[in-house]
């Protein structure tokens, strides 16, 4: 199939599309505005649901309702907005409802900025919301991986029943490239959701979906049970990309738009002679973390590289037991690192090779 030149808030919608999605609830925020633009001009074509909500708590909540009936439904917003949805995700998460929410990231806290940022990802993999949850997240590196991902975004949702996030960056919502497309099924069948609360045409009992437990030890066996789901996911859904790491002295750590100019910076380190790996998590939740512990000898020097300042840190420490010393570089506020900022701080740490 020939490639096309698509912007990548655009591509993660249409692959939505043609991964069944039919129903979108948002509102509209920079800069992932296009996603919901997107969605507005294609769903009614197709029998679709487009919904322009009055905010993102009523968004979110109609995602809440659609996904309860069965539906592949999927919602996007970016920093801001995500934050307002948190309320509605616990809920969804507590009611084990699929659904495929999309944080296109801006620099924060508060408003922030319109610029690319990465410092959602304690909210995105430590919760966000009330009570013990998970959401599965996945990050892109690449317009076609906004592609890719979101259709395992609405395969993983259905399989394990939860909310799955992909979470990109401002620049990857708004720049170009060719991707292309898996053809549109169109006479697909997704799996009979026998839980979901559709109907029963008078042929079944009736399905509820709820998260209230009015009863404390009720409500411990089912998050007890749903844990079980958790243990599972984390044993079979790590994904990651390693490069160069066997011989590496220096692992350089990073996902998103930031592994791209890691990769440069590790070519060009690799030039000058040092021994620079590169891991890429494109799982953030569950964090690929037996990449990292076989690395784990004491002697390799791990190096993360962020647009926040630093919050993947913890992760990396964690996965190698500490064993290793974890150094970390990041811009903050919308800034994006460069190649050669990246590179100085290898020489930095390094001993001053070049």
């Not at 655009?10 to 296009?34: D, H, M, N, V």
């Not at 633009?37 to 029998?47: E, F």
């Not at 996945?138 to 992909?166: C, G, H, K, W």
């Not at 411990?220 to 044993?235: A, C, F, G, P, S």
Request: charge should be negative; hydrophobic fraction near 40%.
């Amino acid at each position: 199939m020939a490639k096309v030149l698509v912007k990548g808030n655009e591509a993660l919608a249409e692959a939505a599309i043609r991964s069944g999605c039919k129903l979108f609830f948002g509102y509209p925020i920079t800069p992932q505005t296009e996603v919901s633009a997107y969605m507005a001009k294609k769903l009614p074509k197709i029998g679709g649901c487009f919904l322009q909500a009055e905010s993102e708590v009523s968004a979110i909540n109609m995602v809440y309702g659609a996904g309860g009936s069965g539906k592949r439904v999927m919602t996007s917003s970016s920093s801001p907005g995500i934050s307002l949805k948190q309320e509605g995700i616990s809920y969804i998460a507590g009611a084990d409802v699929p659904c495929v929410i999309v944080n296109i990231v801006r620099g924060g806290p508060g408003l922030g900025g319109i610029q690319p940022a990465q410092s959602d990802y304690f909210q995105a993999v430590k919760g966000g919301g009330h009570g013990d949850y998970h959401l599965i997240v996945l990050a892109p590196s690449s317009i076609q991986e906004m592609v890719d991902l979101t259709s395992l975004a609405f395969n993983l949702a259905d399989e394990y029943r939860m909310p799955v996030m992909i979470m990109g960056d401002g620049m990857l919502g708004q720049m170009m490239e060719p991707v292309e497309f898996p053809e549109e099924d169109e006479g697909a069948v997704y799996a009979e959701k026998g839980w979901a609360a559709n109907g029963t045409k008078m042929e079944r009992k009736h399905n509820i979906i709820n998260s209230l437990y009015i009863e404390a030890k009720e409500l411990e066996d089912t998050i007890l049970e749903r844990q079980k789901k958790y243990d599972v996911i984390v044993k079979n859904e790590p994904r990651c990309e390693e490069m160069n790491t066997e011989d590496a002295d220096i692992i350089l750590v990073a996902y998103g738009t930031t592994a791209r100019i890691a990769k440069t910076a590790m070519m060009k380190a690799r030039e000058k002679g040092i021994k620079v790996g590169l891991i890429r998590p494109i799982t953030l939740w569950p964090f690929p973390t037996e990449n990292f512990k076989k690395h784990a000898d004491g002697k390799k020097k791990f190096l993360c590289v962020e647009m926040s300042m630093g919050q993947m840190v913890e992760d990396v420490k964690l996965a190698i037991d500490c064993k290793n010393s974890v150094d970390f570089f990041g811009r903050t506020g919308g800034i994006v690192p460069t190649p050669n900022e990246i590179l100085n701080k290898i020489d930095e740490i390094s001993g001053g090779a070049f």
